[in-house]
Each structure stands twice: as structure tokens, then as C-alpha cells.
């Protein structure tokens, strides 16, 4: 039988529209000199593809919908994938720099996928500088999260140039067969027989945690319900960390987004910032963060639009292995900090933001990802879909449930290959919305470098190539800050012939010390107007 959508994942269906689109991307940028015959051709990607199908389950399932919405749709394995369709080729005009890349791949990024088809297409993108070239791949985010999108790229990849045989196993098993309408009639109208049920038995534990969900603890009374049943109920074993009051500001990236999108990459050394994070004892996480916060406050201070307030992010947290147990394709959820970019030292920039996110961590350790899961099953699919429509509805219209989203993916620490040839980045792009605001930034850590994608909305950031640079300069700036880098340990010296060819030199990393935030670290940003007053907008209640 095929597998039901969760309905957690189906929020991703219900949000979308012609311009609050829900599928994530990959720019991957390979170098094809070191293969023999060159640059690999389209049809020797298809033929790839065709063989690793069964590798990446969410390229080969189309969706099924259930007849009046009585429940959420399902999964159905196609017996064959039109690769025709789903895997396209174009080429870049001349010159073929960075900026044309991006700008060709930002229209393509804007377009919604084919939900007649499984969700996934994939673009061959020649003409690129040097002889590079590179591959769009874009999913829908109801099919995979960010971890499992890295794990269907990397089910199409090897360790090496040489490409590996994977065939499928002998017993595998028969295409998922829809179940047809009646059946699923049926099953749909149980479901709402049962769902008052299962949202009475759930609601004395869901409701202490409502102002945990982002989008419903904007809503108007949420956050004060959610602390007095906290307060008043007997063993609600709800024991959170109060987070701080958010007042999320209105910037040029807030309210309704177009359909058009920007998009700017980069890439930044990992060793770096790890000698930041140790030298201030924080994590690569703060690090990235603070630098993130750095690069909107000179943007905004650059077009005199920084608000008082701190800004507010929205944080994908993955819950892989806690709660779903395979139930969903995104097992994540959805945290919110404040973003210092009212901070004009950037030494206190980082300590922020260090303290944020350990309120954070301690939050979410004390609250299980399961009922956030429970929550969501627990409500029709009718009215989840109405739920997530008037949601978007009203949150875009009253204020700002957020200013931007940042996402922070592991990856592979070795090189990756495709066809023979190398991957040289891997820069992600995820999702802006009206509720989330017109700015998305991703970080995917891949062979000694973090590798940035920044989305946003055409109109309101038309010059978002300044993000990237901003980054740099802030890595450069805490760079600085953390003091200067210690020079490789010198060539052990040889002792006689016996030692020659012998002993083996174990380098013992020296620690870096306390963090120098004085003279050193002075900060590089443009002489700054005051913030603007009057700019906030309150965001209904304090979530929590």
C-alpha cells in the first residue's frame, strides 16, 4: 500500500501558491577536467539516475489526492519516471560568471513544480567559466527536509571518480500501489470520525505548547493561554525555559513576496571559522549566525532601514531519530531567536547570539519533538489545510511572524563526484515566504568550506550579491578578532639514519586562548546612521 503523506509534511503542500512556493534546491558545481571525455552529457546523467532510482525513493512517488480533502494525500511509486520531463539542459550566455548562474537559476527556483508528477526536477546547466558546469536540482519540500534532500543528492554521487555500480536489490519489492477512491473515501471518513477523539485526548498536553509553533503563537492570545494553562495545570510536565519577549521589526524584506526571486552564492573556509568558534569559545553555529547578523545590519544600514529592535530568525531544527521515526519526510521543527543586528560591537554580536541559541537548545531539550508530530495528526486535513491558509492569511497581514530563516546543513567532509566529475560546491537554496519574510539563508558544510545560498524576493532585495560579500567581510573581521593563526608546525628533525623513514610526527593542536576583542577587533563596518525609531511592528503576542 502506498504511504500517506504525514501530516506534518502536508502543511508544505497546503501553504503553497503562485508565490509562496515550497520546494528546496541544490546548486551543484562540478569540474569536469580531470575526466576522460570531458564534460559528462545529459543522457549519461539520465542513465545515472535510472540506475540509483531505488536509492532515492522521494525522486520516484507522485502524489494522490484523497477526493473532497477528507484526509491527506498519498504517495504513489510511478513505474516509470520520464526523465525526458524531469531532467532538462540549458546553456549560460556568455560570459558565464557567477552572476549569470545565478540570476538563470533564481528564475528557475521561482517556478512551481508539476504536482502531477513526482516533485522533482533537475537541470544541466552548461557554459559556466573555466569549463565548469553545473546541475539545479529542486524537490519539493514535502517529500524531504534538508537532511534527507543532502541524502538523495548524495545517493546519486561517489567518494571517487569512478563510478560505482549500485544495482537494486534481488527482492525488491513492487511499485506502492495508490489505493483507489473508495478505499480512500473510507479511510478519510474514519479519520474524521476519529480526529475529535484523538484532539480531545491530546489538546490538555498541546495547548501548553502552542506558543512553540511559530506561525499559531503569532496569533493574537496565543502565547497568554499557553502560560496560564502552564501555570495552572497539574502535572503538565511542561517545564520550559521562558524565552525572551520578540517584537519582530518590519524591514524592506517583510509582507507579501512576489513570484520572482534572487539568488547569491558563496563559500567560506571551515578551518577559519573554527579557529573563530575555539578562540571565543562558542560553536561553528554561533559563529555562522553572528556573521549572518553582521551582514543583514550592514544591509540594512546601507539602505538607513536598521530597525532598534533585534531582528527574528527563524531556525530549522532537525529531530531526525527523536520523535517520527520515519513517519515524515521532514523531521524538523521550527525555533525562533532573536538576531542581533542592533548590536554595533561585533565581539558582543557573537556572545549574543551565543546566549540565544543555548535558551534555545535548553528549550528544546526540554520539550519533546513527538507532540509537535501528534499535534498536527491530530487535526482533520480539512481544516489543517484551512489552518495553514489563514495562518499565512493573517500573519502577513497584521505583522511579521519573522524577519528571514537560517539553516545551517551538515555535509560530507570529503570530496563528492558525479558522472567522474568532481564537485567543487554545493550551495543549497530553501524557501521565502509571506510569513517567513523575503530573505533565506542556507548553509551546507561540504569538503573544508561552508557553502552559502542566499534566496530572496527579486523586488525587495535587489542587491543581494552584497550578503555574500558582507559574510566575507565578517569572517574577516572576527578572523582578526580571534588573533593571528598559528603557523604549521615545522618538519620534524631527523635524528641519524635509524630515525630516518621511522618515527611518525603526531601534531598536538595548541589551544587558542581567550579571545582578544580588543584593538585587533575593531570593527570594519561603515560609519552607521542611528537606528531609525518608529520602524517595529508588534508580531501579536510575545511568543513565549
Not at 57 to 76: C, K, T
Request: proline residues 9%; glycine residues 8%.
Amino acid at each position: 500500500m502506498a504511504q500517506q503523506v504525514s501530516a506534518f509534511d502536508a502543511q508544505f503542500l497546503n501553504f503553497e501558491t503562485p508565490t509562496n512556493l515550497a520546494h528546496i534546491a541544490a546548486l551543484t558545481i562540478l569540474d569536469p577536467s580531470d575526466r576522460p571525455g570531458g564534460a559528462p552529457a545529459r543522457e549519461e546523467l539520465i542513465e545515472l539516475l535510472r540506475r540509483r532510482l531505488h536509492l532515492a525513493p522521494p525522486l520516484r512517488r507522485r502524489l494522490v489526492e484523497v477526493p473532497f480533502g477528507l484526509d491527506h494525500p498519498y504517495w504513489a511509486e510511478d513505474r516509470e519516471v520520464d526523465f525526458d520531463y524531469h531532467v532538462r539542459e540549458l546553456a549560460l550566455p556568455p560570459p558565464g560568471d557567477e552572476h549569470k548562474l545565478a540570476e538563470q537559476v533564481a528564475r528557475l527556483h521561482g517556478r512551481r513544480l508539476d504536482r502531477g508528477r513526482p516533485l522533482w526536477e533537475l537541470y544541466l546547466i552548461h557554459g559556466l567559466a573555466e569549463g565548469r558546469m553545473a546541475i539545479y536540482t529542486k524537490v519539493h519540500h514535502a517529500a524531504v527536509d534538508g537532511v534527507t534532500g543532502a541524502e538523495v543528492l548524495a545517493a546519486l554521487m561517489d567518494f571517487g571518480p569512478q563510478v560505482s555500480d549500485t544495482p537494486p536489490p534481488g527482492d525488491a519489492a513492487e511499485p506502492q500501489r495508490a489505493p483507489d477512491v473508495l478505499e480512500m473515501v473510507v479511510r478519510g471518513v474514519a479519520r474524521v470520525l476519529d480526529n475529535p477523539l484523538a484532539l480531545l485526548r491530546f489538546v490538555a498536553e498541546a495547548v501548553p505548547r502552542l506558543d512553540e509553533v511559530p506561525f499559531v503563537a503569532q496569533l493574537p492570545g496565543v502565547g497568554r493561554v499557553s502560560r496560564f494553562v502552564r501555570g495552572i495545570g497539574p502535572d503538565t510536565d511542561v517545564n520550559l525555559p521562558e524565552l525572551p519577549r520578540m517584537v519582530v521589526p518590519r524591514t524592506p524584506f517583510s509582507g507579501p513576496i512576489s513570484e520572482h526571486r534572487r539568488f547569491a552564492f558563496g563559500e567560506l573556509p571551515l578551518d577559519e571559522v573554527k579557529r573563530i568558534k575555539n578562540a571565543f569559545g562558542v560553536t561553528v553555529n554561533d559563529v555562522v549566525m553572528a556573521m549572518c547578523a553582521t551582514a543583514l545590519r550592514r544591509w540594512l544600514v546601507s539602505r538607513d532601514e536598521l530597525p532598534r529592535q533585534p531582528l527574528v530568525a527563524g531556525i530549522p531544527v532537525s529531530t531526525r531519530g527523536q520523535a517520527f521515526n520515519g513517519s515524515a519526510a521532514n523531521e524538523v521543527m521550527l525555533t525562533m531567536t532573536t538576531l542581533p543586528t542592533n548590536v554595533a560591537d561585533p565581539g558582543e554580536r557573537l556572545r549574543s547570539v551565543n546566549r540565544s541559541m543555548r535558551l534555545v537548545k535548553e528549550r528544546l531539550a526540554a520539550a519533546p519533538a513527538a507532540w509537535l508530530l501528534e499535534f498536527s495528526q491530530a487535526m482533520p486535513a480539512a481544516l489543517s489545510a484551512l489552518a495553514a491558509r489563514s495562518a499565512f492569511r493573517i500573519a502577513s497581514r497584521r505583522a511579521p511572524a519573522m524577519n528571514l530563516m537560517i539553516s545551517n546543513v551538515p555535509g560530507p567532509q570529503s570530496p563528492l563526484y558525479v558522472c567522474g566529475a568532481r564537485v567543487v560546491a554545493l550551495h543549497p537554496m530553501s524557501v521565502i515566504t509571506d510569513v517567513s519574510g523575503g530573505v533565506n539563508i542556507t548553509v551546507f558544510s561540504y569538503d573544508g568550506r561552508l557553502d552559502f545560498g542566499i534566496v530572496a524576493d527579486r523586488e525587495m532585495v535587489p542587491d543581494v550579491w552584497n550578503l555574500i560579500d558582507y559574510l566575507r567581510d565578517s569572517l574577516a573581521e572576527y578572523g582578526a578578532m580571534a588573533g593571528p593563526a598559528e603557523p604549521p608546525a615545522p618538519e620534524p628533525r631527523r635524528r641519524g639514519k635509524k630515525a630516518a623513514g621511522k618515527a611518525t610526527e603526531e601534531v598536538t593542536e595548541k589551544a587558542t586562548g581567550k579571545s582578544t576583542e580588543k584593538a585587533a577587533g575593531k570593527s570594519t563596518e561603515k560609519t552607521e546612521r542611528p537606528p531609525k525609531a518608529g520602524r517595529s511592528t508588534r508580531a501579536g503576542r510575545p511568543a513565549g
